[in-house]
């Protein structure tokens, strides 16, 4: 008897987004516009993980070139990418912190640039690793994650 399983499918060609902290791939699936594109995901939330108790899967099934790696580095640079192609995985990918984000996060300060220049991208860059922390290019206002 099995109990408690899920199975989903294989995917042909796309991604395997691995090792996502539970409850973040709604965010992940925002992030990534997925609402706007014609393709398959799956998302499976809490899934058991011996590595980190519970964990998200996303499984989508879009062409290479529409997934945005410094946007999924930027939300955790902990997931695990893997590439799909013919049903196999070709290729993993490690995430790393980008170095600098465009048009992801806003910046709050009112007397920034950005706030009078509506068509300005809000570009933030990585200015301390370790804490995570980034700073508008422009006002070098401090973006805080919310933890």
């Known amino acids: 008897m099995v109990k408690n399983t899920l199975n989903v499918g294989r995917i042909s060609e796309g991604f395997v987004l691995d ?22 995901v799956a998302i499976i939330k809490n899934a058991k993980s011996s590595k980190m108790g519970k ?31 013919n049903e ?25 640039i950005t706030s009078i220049e509506q068509e300005l991208d809000h570009v933030f860059v990585l200015t301390d690793e370790e804490n995570q922390v980034y700073r508008c290019k422009y006002c070098e206002e401090k973006y805080s994650r919310r933890r």
């Open 88 to 112: 196999e995985i070709v290729e993993k990918k490690q995430l790393t912190l980008p170095k600098e984000i465009r048009n992801v996060i806003k910046c709050k300060n009112p007397r920034c």
């Open 55 to 85: 964990k998200d899967i996303m499984k989508i099934e879009c062409p290479i070139d529409f997934m945005d790696l410094d946007i999924l580095g930027f939300i955790d640079h902990n997931i695990t990418v893997n590439i799909v192609e």
């Open 19 to 40: 090792h996502i902290e539970a409850g973040k791939s709604m965010e992940i699936y925002k992030y990534l516009h997925l609402d706007k594109l014609d393709c398959c």
